[in-house]
Structures are given as structure tokens and as C-alpha cells.
């Protein structure tokens, strides 16, 4: 199996809803598990421990860089907020440096071009602003992490 075969492969689960896949075959195993809430079917029982670690293990996790991956379920209804996303890939600074204030916190009301954070992309630090007003609900992303091109940073509820 060639590398867009299991490319073809992880889209087609993460659209069929299955939560876990695994295939064998003679000369590799693949397990593509999806963070999808899970379904539970009866099936055959599960192959002895030996025959699993007779074949080297594949694992692909599949998640859409659209969605923030979030550990504990989120309580409040998210679909009336806006997000304001990551403009480029880099790393995401919430204050202008170590002993600086925070641009914004949660609570705070933002207005459109206001600075909003840093983002460090090769030795260059570019303040991103706002393109939306309201108050800030949530912070999606930790201070010095990595961001993704369009990935969500912030919350906002309209005002």
C-alpha cells in the first residue's frame, strides 16, 4: 500500500463517521482511529495479543486543522461566535514580550484592527489585528505554540 492509497484511505474514514480501522496485510498492519465520538457495533472477537505484534503497527490519526481538538467537552454553544483565525503559520505570542501586558483577555471587548497577538514566522514578529468587534469568550491557543495557517485563535461574541 503506497502513500496515497492511505491518504485515500484516512479521508474515506474520517467521512464514513467509523471511529477505528485497522487492515492487515503480509508485510504491514495500518490502525486509523478518528477522534469521533464512538460508535459501538458486536462483532468478531479480538485477535490474540500475539498476532498483534507479529506485523510493525502504522497509526494515523486523522483531525481537520479547521477544528481545535478539545480535551474536555465544551459546555457552551459555540455556534454564535465568530473566530478570528491565524493569518500565516508561526508561533502564536498573546503579550509583546515576557514582562509586557497580554494584548487581550477573555472578557475583554476587541474592535476591528485592534492587535489581538503576535505571530513569530521566520525572525519576524506581525501583530495581527482584529477584522471583527465584539468580547472575547475563549484564548483557543496556549502563548509560544505553534499555529497553523487558518487555524482558530479566539473566540468573539458579536456585540
Excluded at 504491514?28 to 510493525?56: D, H, R, S, V
Excluded at 508561533?91 to 487581550?104: C, E, Q, R, V
Amino acid at each position: 500500500m503506497d502513500i496515497k492509497q492511505i491518504q485515500e484511505l484516512i479521508k474515506f474514514v474520517f467521512k464514513s463517521g467509523v471511529n477505528e480501522v485497522s487492515i492487515e496485510q503480509k508485510e504491514f498492519k495500518i490502525t486509523i482511529k478518528t477522534n469521533q465520538p464512538p460508535t459501538y457495533t458486536i462483532g468478531a472477537p479480538a485477535q490474540p495479543a500475539a498476532q498483534l505484534l507479529a506485523a510493525p503497527a502504522v497509526v494515523a490519526t486523522v483531525t481537520s486543522a479547521a477544528e481545535p481538538i478539545v480535551a474536555a467537552p465544551v459546555k457552551e454553544d459555540s455556534s454564535s461566535y465568530l473566530t478570528i483565525k491565524s493569518p500565516m503559520i508561526g508561533t502564536f505570542y498573546n503579550s509583546s514580550g515576557p514582562d509586557k501586558p497580554l494584548f487581550i483577555n477573555v472578557g475583554d471587548e476587541v474592535k476591528a484592527g485592534q492587535v489581538v497577538c503576535i505571530i513569530e514566522a521566520m525572525k519576524l514578529f506581525n501583530e495581527i489585528e482584529s477584522e471583527i468587534s465584539g468580547r472575547i469568550v475563549k484564548i483557543l491557543v496556549d502563548n509560544a505554540s505553534p499555529v497553523e495557517y487558518d487555524q482558530p485563535l479566539f473566540l468573539v461574541e458579536p456585540i
